[in-house]
Each structure stands twice: as structure tokens, then as C-alpha cells.
């Protein structure tokens, strides 16, 4: 069974940076793709960003393009999650999640992804 843990989230200012990590044991991350999803207070949790097992390829949500960053370390185990110009509206739970169905693309849809991480917290204030 594959257990994802995420940390590195917090209580950040408008425009500052945050950088979260998960870590992954079971399994066999190197063949996973590894996705990032969020939950809003009253809101849905949606898709921010996908990577496929290589690195190679990347999807990002249009609302996170430009500012937010995935990569993995196969090695470690690990994918981790730049997030850079923060805004309020970026504040949520933040879900690491794996894909162990191989795709073209990482895919967007939660119904995709096999495994789920707890969550992390980040808070964005104004």
C-alpha cells in the first residue's frame, strides 16, 4: 500500500513563497504519476498540477501557470511543489496524490489518481 505524506505548508504573506514536499513509501513511486490537488474552505478540491513518472512532462491549472513549480526526486521518493507569488486566493489544503495508471499526460482528474496523501495547510494572508 502506498502511503503519501505532505509537509511544508504555513502561514505565508501575499507574494511570498512557499515550498511543500511529499513523501511516498510502498510501492513504486518512480513509475507513478504524481499530481497536487487543493480544497478551499466551502469549495471543491480542484487540480493544480501534474507530473508524469519521467519528469518529463508537466500540467499545470491556468490559475497556478507561471507562479507554481512541480518536480520530483525519484530517488527520495519525493515530489515536491514550488509555490511562488502567493496570493490569498491560493490558500487552501494542499493533497499530494499518485497516478499509477500510465497516460500521456498527468492527468487533472481526481478520479484519476489511486493514492491520497493527508494534506498540508497554507495559508495565504493579504
Known amino acids: 500500500q502506498v502511503q503519501l505524506v505532505e509537509s511544508g505548508g504555513g502561514l505565508v504573506q501575499a507574494g511570498g513563497s512557499l515550498r511543500l514536499s511529499c513523501a511516498a513509501s510502498?510501492?513504486?513511486?518512480?513509475?507513478?504519476?504524481m499530481g497536487w490537488f487543493r480544497q478551499a474552505p466551502g469549495k471543491e478540491r480542484e487540480f493544480v498540477v501534474g507530473i508524469s513518472w519521467s519528469g518529463g512532462r508537466v500540467n499545470h491549472a491556468d490559475s497556478v501557470k507561471g507562479r507554481f513549480t512541480i518536480s520530483r526526486a525519484n530517488a527520495k521518493n519525493t515530489v515536491y511543489l514550488q509555490m511562488n507569488s502567493l496570493r490569498p486566493e491560493d490558500t487552501a489544503v494542499y493533497y499530494c496524490?499518485?497516478?499509477?495508471?500510465?497516460?500521456?499526460?498527468?492527468?487533472?482528474?481526481?478520479?484519476?489518481?489511486?493514492?491520497w496523501g493527508q494534506g498540508t495547510q497554507v495559508t495565504v494572508s493579504s
Open positions: 496524490a499518485a497516478d499509477k495508471t500510465w497516460r500521456d499526460s498527468p492527468s487533472a482528474l481526481q478520479s484519476d489518481y489511486d493514492y
Open positions: 510502498g510501492g513504486t513511486f518512480s513509475s507513478y504519476a
